[in-house]
Nanobody, 123 residues
Framework: QVQLVESGGGLVQAGGSLRLSCAAS????????MGWFRQAPGKEREFVAA????????YYADSVKGRFTISRDNDRNTVYLQMNSLKPEDTAVYYC????????????????WGQGTQVTVSS
């Protein structure tokens, strides 16, 4: 079992920044690819970013590329999502998840999920 706890969400004006954190406990965190997803009201959950277990390879959705940065600290069992130049359309609940096999951009490839943290971007 893996427990994930997200934090760092909040209300920010358009153009602002937030840094989300996801603290993991349980199974060996450092051996798993980790991902961030988000779900806006009335929409399906969508892929945002993912990072390989060593942190060497990163993946981003086109909608956040160049604005968001995913990183991880395996010594602290934590993955981060730095979000800059935020837009109102980034408003969503953000979730981190542990990859369990399959395409990194698909929800079904992830086995464990956090409870989510709300990000609201005002215009």
């Amino acid at each position: 079992q893996v427990q994930l706890v997200e934090s760092g969400g909040g209300l920010v004006q358009a153009g602002g920044s937030l840094r989300l954190s996801c603290a993991a406990s349980g199974r060996t965190f450092s051996t798993y690819l980790m991902g961030w997803f988000r779900q806006a009201p009335g929409k399906e959950r969508e892929f945002v970013a993912a990072i390989s277990w060593k942190g060497i390879t990163t993946y981003y959705a086109d909608s956040v590329k160049g604005r968001f940065t995913i990183s991880r600290d395996n010594d602290r069992n934590t993955v981060y999502l730095q979000m800059n130049s935020l837009k109102p359309e980034d408003t969503a609940v953000y979730y981190c998840a542990v990859h369990n096999g399959g395409s990194y951009y698909t929800e079904g490839a992830y086995a464990y999920w956090g409870q989510g943290t709300q990000v609201t971007v005002s215009s």
